[in-house]
């Protein structure tokens, strides 16, 4: 059979399991007999895009790690094997965010390494060549990804590459759309200009560590203000020791969106800047902060409604001011203005509401939803396009069914992505997919502990979207998140969102539910720190599945 080529285009959740996928192949069928031999399996085989090649053993993988960036650029022109297809990863950046340890992240619990999946290590371990460059289209006539000048080499938060040559076009013979969203703006005049969106999460990694330094700077300034303050006080009334009077909040941040991806960063936020007042042995009165939480609608639409109220008691007590029913209008350098006229001072607008696709993928040709997102059929295929373009995760939308941004949704579309593009490439039928109604969510509260709630269900969508909504506000109108997806085997953890923007909808209560959170809350101080257990190991267990464990199983220590 003639080798092709397959191009994975992102390196979103769907697209990390379709290289698990096929290296784990390989290596069954290279276990069995030779991998160039004629008579491989359907789809076993992946011709080597890396120069560490796939039959190097574990050092390959382990070298990977500390690759120089001019190796990891030109993987795609390596030798190929003849009588095996080729796959291609194309990422804007090195490591992908496992988006369900973000709020984490945020709260200071784990670092940058431990919520970031390494596509150098993936790709070498199924043998895959990585390009490191930003699409900005695809020629679906000439089946060509094309590029952008600007790159990212991925190596850590804030660290961008030097100018170099554009990217040539990428060929393919089939592909796979897996690239992120971001949150819909366009409709509030200045948000694009002065709000910072919580996706692409490379960037919001950034600006996020520039808010603490600035908190911390803040901090300390008023904390020396408020001291001298104080000692001068102290002194004009005849000695003894004399605080400073409160001040004004030295750090004021507003999160828009009021989905279950806006509740976990308001959460996180509001734990994280506390954390560093009692480090930094600040007095609360004079390093003080706000953490305001907007959504144009009801907290948590189409979530049960013990979660709903269980959920804005809890922030309430935690320190986050949630103002729902009020939509962000516009965004003005420091200050929000609200639909009811009120207007909301800031010195950090978070923006994490209803997600939208990149602009460029409607130039593509490809067909799309109304909202701009690939249309895709139950095998995941383009849907009324190209046979040979596939797209999953929160990019894709299937007319069929119907479902949440959400990343438990991408998560299970990796096996039968895999799946599907092994058929599509020897030859074979596809297997239709559909995927589950509903999802466990872990929503986690900034301090180690998580309430479980419940994603909605396509019945829930589909009304919603009969009836539809205003469009221009801060929640925007959809089904939607943010791209935090923290999910395995079924479960849909922080940040994954079905967005704000529903009007009075309500989704119903949820028995199970209701007892996991201690009859409603009535024992939630119980199992609120239980539930963030639960919520730790299936996020470590994810992340290990595509590290530690793949360099396991090159070592032939486990097989997975």
């Avoid at 420091?334 to 001072?345: A, C, F, H, M, W």
């Amino acid at each position: 059979m003639t080798a092709k080529h397959l191009v994975l285009l992102g390196g979103g959740h769907s697209h990390v399991e379709v290289l698990r996928s096929f290296g784990q192949t390989a290596r069954r069928n290279h276990t069995a007999g030779p991998p160039g031999g004629p008579d491989g399996a359907a789809g076993a085989g992946l011709a080597s895009g890396d120069r560490t090649g796939f039959g190097a053993g574990a050092s390959a993988l382990e070298k990977c790690k500390n690759a120089p960036q001019e190796a990891q650029e030109r993987q795609p022109h390596h030798r190929q094997q003849e009588s095996h297809h080729r796959l291609t990863l194309i990422s804007r950046g090195r490591f992908t965010p496992y988006s369900g340890m973000l709020p984490g992240w945020a709260s200071g619990f784990y670092s940058y390494g431990d919520c970031h999946i390494d596509l150098q290590l993936l790709a070498s371990y199924a043998g895959a060549g990585l390009v490191l460059a930003e699409a900005k289209g695809i020629d679906i006539w000439a089946r060509t990804v094309c590029f952008s000048d600007d790159h990212d080499d991925g190596d850590g938060p804030g660290q961008t590459m030097p100018p170099q040559q554009q990217q040539q076009p990428v060929p393919y013979d089939v592909l796979s759309i897996d690239v992120g969203i971001t949150p819909e703006s366009a409709g509030v005049p200045g948000a694009d200009q002065y709000a910072t969106p919580v996706k692409p999460i490379d960037g919001f990694v950034q600006r996020y560590e520039q808010l603490l330094e600035r908190y911390r700077a803040a901090a300390a300034t008023a904390a020396m203000a408020a001291a001298s303050t104080g000692a001068v006080k102290a002194k004009a009334k005849g000695g003894g020791d004399a605080k400073g009077l409160p001040s004004e909040p030295v750090m004021r941040v507003c999160i828009i969106g009021g989905g279950a991806g806006g509740v976990e960063l308001a959460a996180a936020v509001r734990y994280r800047l506390e954390e560093e007042r009692h480090r930094g042995g600040w007095d609360a009165d004079q390093a003080a902060v706000t953490v305001s939480l907007l959504c144009r609608g009801g907290l948590l639409p189409g979530h049960p409604p013990h979660v709903r109220r269980l959920v804005r008691q809890l922030l309430t007590q935690r320190g986050v001011d949630v103002r729902s029913g009020d939509a962000v209008t516009g965004v003005q350098p420091g200050e929000l203005l609200l639909e009811s006229g009120g207007r909301v001072s800031y010195d950090e607008c978070l923006w994490c509401t209803e997600a939208s696709p990149a602009a460029w993928l409607r130039r593509t040709g490809l067909p799309t939803d109304p909202r701009g997102f690939l249309a895709v059929d139950q095998q995941l295929q383009s849907e009324g396009g190209p046979p040979e373009v596939f797209a999953a995760g929160d990019v894709a939308s299937c007319a069929a069914h119907p479902r949440p941004k959400a990343g438990v949704y991408a998560v299970r579309q990796g096996p039968p992505l895999a799946a599907n593009l092994r058929a599509y490439l020897e030859g074979q039928p596809l297997r239709t997919f559909v995927p589950q109604e509903t999802a466990l969510a872990l929503i986690s509260l900034g301090d180690r502990f998580c309430v479980a709630s419940r994603t909605a269900g396509p019945e829930y969508g589909r009304g919603r979207r009969r009836r539809g909504t205003a469009g221009g506000a801060a929640g925007g109108g959809g089904i939607s998140r943010t791209q935090y997806d923290s999910t395995i085997g079924g479960t849909a953890a922080p940040g994954d969102a079905v967005g704000e923007g529903y009007g009075g909808e309500e989704a119903g209560e949820w028995l199970v539910g209701w007892l996991l959170n201690g009859f409603g809350g009535l024992l939630v101080g119980l199992t609120g720190p239980l539930l963030w257990r639960w919520k730790d190991s299936i996020d470590r267990a994810f992340m290990r599945k595509y590290g530690e464990d793949l360099l396991k199983d090159e070592r032939g220590g486990t097989r997975m």
